[in-house]
């Protein structure tokens, strides 16, 4: 599949979209500088080449009681990987799964817990899967930031 062709307006309108998927469209339209028609136009045409592939709400888990972030570093058969992954993700505190290209710890799972009975319950869980846990670990903190479309634009720009 080939890659959309993203323009400045574009990059921009995804960039304020990752800040805050609740924008009105004329806010939207405001700070881009563009009207807010242009604006729906816009997301509906990333929305069908699938760069937009969704809304989504950030939940603050300890807010929600669920303070214990925990991360697994896991082996699944790679024939097996892809199957084990879903499963995994089928355990409603799992938050995200990753698949590595390698043939050990390939699988990289990150859950939330109340407490450590719940973390025991879920290792548990992770166990009796078809995957070996190599390491589990708590998680501190974790830093994360939407990807700043605008400035690796203008970067692959000065390299054409």
């Known amino acids: 599949m080939a890659a959309y062709d993203l323009d400045d307006v ?3 309108l995804l960039d304020l979209l990752q800040e805050d998927a609740r924008y009105a469209a004329i806010d939207l339209a405001e700070a881009v500088g563009v009207s807010d028609n242009t604006i729906h136009n816009r997301m509906q045409r990333l929305e069908e080449a699938g760069v937009i592939t969704g809304y989504t709400t950030t939940v603050d888990h300890d807010r929600a009681g669920l303070s214990l972030y925990f991360h697994f570093t896991c082996t699944a058969r790679i024939s097996d990987r892809a199957e084990v992954a879903e499963e995994v993700m089928a355990i409603p505190e ?3 799964v990753t698949e590595l290209m390698t043939g050990q710890r390939n699988l990289h799972v990150r859950l939330v817990a109340a ?3 719940d973390i ?4 548990r869980q992770l166990d009796e899967l ?3 846990i190599d390491d589990e ?3 501190r903190e974790e830093r994360r930031e939407p990807l ?3 400035e690796v634009g203008e970067m692959l ?3 054409e």
């Open 10 to 12: 574009d990059r921009r």
């Open 94 to 96: 799992v938050v995200e």
């Open 115 to 117: 407490d450590d009975e």
């Open 120 to 123: 025991t319950r879920l290792a």
């Open 130 to 132: 078809a995957l070996e």
């Open 137 to 139: 670990n708590l998680v």
């Open 148 to 150: 700043d479309f605008v």
């Open 157 to 159: 720009d000065r390299e």
